[in-house]
């Protein structure tokens, strides 16, 4: 059984640094040192991570120089010490490099009964001796049962363990998932377990385990199964004024009401679907890390996106400041909210008379004044007009358009004008003559 159960193995390594004592005089090499016996310092365990992290060093001798050493670790479980685990971990021993640290990650609950580690050294083609069993204890049995993992989440397809330690002087007698009793499986004495292969989405409530005992007592319990994504890809973030930066995470939100989204962004984090953070002068590329957790903030699915924000730039709507005509053009001035001095700005200017907008290109401002002219309009005739703008660069979206401005041309001064000269006895007689609106003809003499 614990063969079996220990197939499931996640592995890390790693090398912790601490400054040596100093080294005893007539301290000999390491090529005339017999192999020494490690010393566990520290066997530590993380319930909610299922992981134990054991610390050792070595006791014999502190070596000058660097030398290739091997140390073997054995896992083992309940009071008997049932070896689950065997691993070989191999490493550079360096000067000031005596303290070592190897992390385990158990399939079983910790709760559910003890678990031991051991290490012998491997060094010139000979064995040390295994150092002392070193053991975290299980919890032990109570007035009612107790069920393990609590409020635990899983991903869907994974394979997942459930214990139950009885009461005291009970022996288990059930253990049910999705109201269905699985197969026992002996972990010592007391506890039993299940094992859940190729796990399902679960309800929103969680699905529930129940552990009956001899004594008739019942624990219920429940966990989470779902698939959570592996990089938050519909993460929408945008800036509108390159001042602040918005983001609507709430497309990763499940249809359960038992979870909640947390995101980290530069100098803050927030538990809601939307969040925003303050830009950092001259910084333009943000990393954001999102989190779907459960109620009891237990981490469960946790992703990561990098941003530019020169790439998602939605600028707020345009402000029109005044308008300057003339009988057949006009020229629009208007100010865009925001720091946009670090990119390019395309504006349209759309009026009644056109078929499409016509198309501006400046250098961002912060919070600075742009100017547009339309010609080819027609003198004293009424017109609006609304502006908009989006990046140029790396264009993302318009804004939405202004509100419009009306006016109207100014008349045109230069109206069809003839003379007529004719002679008379003191000289000539001039006649002007213009056509108004009305159609009508003026007449001026000058003599």
């Given at each position: ?6 197939k499931?193995i ?17 301290c000999?090499?390491h ?19 299922q ?11 502190i ?21 689950i ?22 399939e ?13 050294s ?11 069993w070193?053991?975290?204890?299980g919890n032990?049995a109570?007035e ?10 899983f991903?869907?397809g994974?394979?997942a363990y459930?214990?139950c330690?009885?009461?005291q002087g ?10 269905t ?15 859940m ?20 007592h019942?624990r ?6 779902f ?11 945008e ?6 930066v ?16 947390q995101?980290y ?18 910084q333009?590329?943000y990393?954001?890390?999102?989190t ?8 469960d ?24 005509s003339?009988p ?14 670090s ?11 056109l ?5 501006y ?6 919070t600075?004044?742009?100017?547009g002219l339309i ?11 609304s502006?908009?703008?989006a990046?140029a660069?790396h ?5 939405e ?17 003839w ?17 108004v ?11």
């Amino acid at each position: 059984m614990y063969g079996r159960m220990g197939k499931i193995i996640h592995v890390e390594f790693l090398l912790v640094t601490f400054s040596l004592l100093g080294l005893q005089e007539g301290c000999c090499q390491h090529a005339a040192l017999d192999p020494f016996t490690p010393h566990i310092i520290g066997l530590d365990k993380d319930s909610a991570a299922q992981t134990l992290v054991v610390k050792w060093n070595l006791t014999s001798a502190i070596l000058e120089d660097e030398f290739n050493i091997t140390f073997e670790i054995q896992v083992g479980r309940t009071e008997n010490r049932a070896v689950i685990q065997t691993s070989n971990v191999s490493v550079i021993h360096k000067t000031n490099e005596t303290v070592f640290m190897w992390k385990w990650w158990s399939e079983l609950p910790l709760e559910c009964t003890d678990h031991s580690m051991r290490i012998r050294s491997f060094l010139n083609n000979t064995w040390s001796s295994w150092s002392p069993w070193k053991t975290v204890l299980g919890n032990k049995a109570k007035e009612k049962p107790q069920l393990y993992p609590i409020v635990k989440a899983f991903k869907i397809g994974s394979t997942a363990y459930i214990c139950c330690i009885p009461s005291q002087g009970a022996t288990v007698t059930e253990i049910k998932y999705r109201k269905t009793a699985l197969p026992l499986i002996n972990i010592n004495n007391k506890t039993k377990a299940i094992k859940m292969d190729n796990l399902k989405s679960s309800h929103c409530k969680g699905d529930f385990q129940d552990c009956k005992d001899s004594a008739g007592h019942r624990r219920l319990n429940s966990v989470y199964v779902f698939d959570p994504p592996e990089e938050p890809q519909n993460v929408n973030c945008e800036t509108r004024d390159l001042w602040t930066v918005n983001c609507n995470l709430g497309m990763l939100l499940d249809k359960c009401e038992n979870s909640f989204i947390q995101g980290y962004f530069p100098k803050k984090k927030c538990v809601s679907s939307f969040c925003g953070f303050d830009v950092i002068p001259g910084q333009l590329v943000y990393n954001i890390t999102v989190t779907i957790a459960l109620e009891n903030k237990q981490a469960d699915a946790t992703g990561s996106l990098t941003m530019d924000i020169t790439k998602k730039v939605f600028p707020v709507s345009p402000t029109i400041l005044s308008k300057t005509s003339t009988p057949r053009s006009v020229n629009i001035s208007w100010t865009l909210k925001g720091n946009f001095s670090s990119i390019r700005l395309i504006c349209q200017i759309i009026t009644n008379n056109l078929r499409s907008p016509m198309n501006y290109t400046f250098e961002g401002k912060s919070t600075g004044v742009y100017h547009g002219l339309i010609d080819g309009l027609h003198p004293y005739t009424l017109y609006n007009a609304s502006v908009r703008c989006a990046a140029a660069q790396h264009f993302w979206k318009w804004s939405e358009w202004s509100s419009p401005i009306h006016f109207t041309t100014k008349p045109d001064w230069g109206p069809d004008l003839w003379r007529q000269i004719s002679p008379v006895a003191e000289g000539q007689n001039i006649i002007l003559l213009w056509k108004v609106a009305c159609h009508m003809i003026f007449e001026v003499f000058f003599k």
